[in-house]
């Protein structure tokens, strides 16, 4: 039987499947964020931004992958996708 | 100018002892005088490694604590000119010597040798933080697995947190076999992830587990493929330009060509 994976594909082989979870947790180690730390932070963020808008409660932050920089540099990137209920808080 | 060079890993049973005795014997036969110091106290094995555990009367610890004269528990290796063994303590643990007390041995030794290298133990501890207190360069040893490629990858950024910069890798155990079938992450892959110079891609030999069992350092074989890889890394230490070995090259499509052609690494 011909695998077409390994005749054309990279995807499926153990080698790549490693330097994808390599890159991935040596993001978390490097910046020394545990789940707890993230935890805070997104109690914090929660608290900050529900002063200006409503918003749901249950989002979730993640430091997510690598992104390429103008000069080629990688760096890990802090994401957060924060639903907005209503914006009737704004005041000003 | 002499250095004192730390080789460190990490994950333990990567190689740092085989990696510790071969560049020192290399270098030893580069002209240099080398003096190999166990650091690893409490799990002695350089001494076997090296063939020399017959010899040992005095220890690193000894020295530390004023039982005897460091020349005393310098053990000359007889096969090879300006080859020398400061032995581990095997009845004492790591806390029995600290860091200020390393970096005064190994400041002591750098006035007699071009080379004092310093073979750590596994771990982040105690032991650790010895090794590399009187350290100038680091040579940081991983395997091409997850677990040794994230231990490395802690071990540089701790080097670098105790200040030291001067930091470069080994690749050990290359399975060329399975790198080809893309089973194994080619060195061009640790490198990317580790972002930090290699200086020596050393194949998985069966010769070094002969010349283990032995207690002779398989860079004594240049014809051999360790060897050779051994001997190309004690001449990146002094600084010299050498290619890599052919191990990794023809993994891919223009990796072919490129051997084809004559490109190839």
């Known amino acids: ?92 | 100018m002499s250095q004192v060079i730390v080789i460190t890993s990490g994950k333990g049973g990567v190689g740092k002892t085989t990696t510790s005795a071969n560049v020192g014997t290399a270098l030893t036969l580069l002209g240099r005088q080398v003096v190999l110091v166990d650091a690893d106290i409490g799990l002695r094995n350089l001494d076997v490694v090296m063939g020399l555990e017959n010899r040992i009367v005095y220890d690193l610890v000894d020295v530390v604590e004023g039982r005897c004269r460091l020349k005393q528990a310098l053990i000359k290796d007889k096969r090879f000119e300006g080859l020398f063994l400061l032995p581990a303590a095997q009845t004492r643990d790591k806390n029995a010597v600290s860091p200020e007390q390393m970096k005064k041995l190994c400041d002591t030794l750098r006035e007699e040798f071009d080379y004092v290298i310093l073979d750590c133990p596994a771990g982040i501890e105690q032991g650790f933080k010895n090794a590399i207190a009187g350290a100038d360069r680091a040579l940081v040893v991983t395997t091409p697995e997850v677990s040794a490629v994230r231990d490395a990858d802690r071990i540089i950024g701790l080097l670098e947190s105790n200040g030291i910069s001067n930091t470069q890798l080994i690749i050990n155990r290359v399975r060329m076999n399975m790198v080809k079938r893309g089973d194994m992450m080619a060195m061009d892959d640790v490198v990317e992830i580790l972002a930090i110079d290699l200086i020596g891609v050393v194949p998985d030999d069966e010769n070094i587990v002969v010349s283990t069992n032995r207690g002779e350092p398989a860079a004594i074989e240049a014809n051999t493929l360790a060897g050779k890889a051994f001997r190309n890394i004690a001449d990146r230490v002094e600084g010299k330009e050498i290619p890599f070995l052919d191990l990794t090259t023809g993994n891919n499509f223009v990796g072919k060509l490129k051997k084809v052609f004559g490109f190839g690494n």
Request: hydrophobic fraction near 40%; glycine fraction near 4%; include cysteine.
């Open chain 1, 1 to 92: 039987m011909l695998d077409f994976n390994s005749l054309f594909g990279r995807k499926n082989k153990s080698s790549s499947v490693a330097k994808d979870r390599l890159k991935l947790v040596l993001i978390h180690d490097r910046i020394n964020c545990s789940t707890e730390l993230l935890e805070m932070m997104r109690a914090d963020i929660l608290a900050v931004i529900s002063k200006y808008v409503d918003i749901d409660d249950d989002f979730n932050i993640e430091i997510s992958n690598i992104q390429c920089e103008e000069g080629g540099k990688k760096s890990p990137v802090l994401s957060a996708n924060i639903p907005i209920k209503n914006l009737k808080k704004v005041n000003n």
